[in-house]
């Protein structure tokens, strides 16, 4: 009767085990649902939206520029923050603020990015911590899942 | 007969996914072996060593000062480098030399490590690059396998003198 109970547990971990290694590499390697919250990515992600993030071009080292990311945050390992790749490794970028008198530039070193968020006056990014490391990226923000009134799922691209 | 090559297949092709995904998952949580190459963390660590790292401690925020940690490279996301951690976020740290007449000092920030190899002549770390996100650290390495004859749990820096107390 014990015996049964052990063996039956051992199979449950084993299967819970198994799904959930499955589960956790299709999030790593393919991709997931996101939801973002703050302010710094408006007008093109509003607080509470929810968008698909596919994991795939970090792996294959092709993030583009102008491609929105989510990136482990250089100031807190716990958390995520969501941006948009400015400049890539060897790229110049502009290091001052549209309201400075005096235009600096920079170039982004070997191995890092360059993020700014699209709301300019309201999000604290690369302007403020300098270049991110490539290898902080998780993960690249494909499309955006809204929900229609009428329960319809549709898909807009950027 | 094709159906049965077809289902056959698909069975085995199932079969890999399914222990390649634990097989990560393994690696990814608990830890591997992981060969060291160059120079920079002699006489700890040798190189063509082989040694066992754990993968736990950084998915707990449980790294100390003094771990020997391997890391992706800040300047080269395909590879990995392997250096001691001589600060932690908030830490005062030693920037200058050596050899410098002036010694400099900064604080690591907040959600940095400050990185340096045991044999601070012949390697490229934090004194070059600057503290390092503690989100690119990969694992950390527990002991060492090969050589036999050096065989168990990695010695203490022995640059003592560049953990500064506060």
Redesign the interface.
Known sequence: MFRNVLGKTFRFLGYT??Y???A??AF?YLGGIVVCSGPSMEPTIQNSDIVFSENLSRHL?CIRKGDIVIV???????SNICKRVIGLEGDKVCTSNPSDFLKSHSYV????VWLEGDNLRNSTDSRCYGP?????IRGRICFKVSLMLSSNCTCQKR
């Open positions: 085990v198994q959930g290694c499955i956790h590499c790593e080292y482990k945050s250089p100031n807190d390992p716990k070193p070997k191995g890092h991110v490391p490539y290898g902080l």
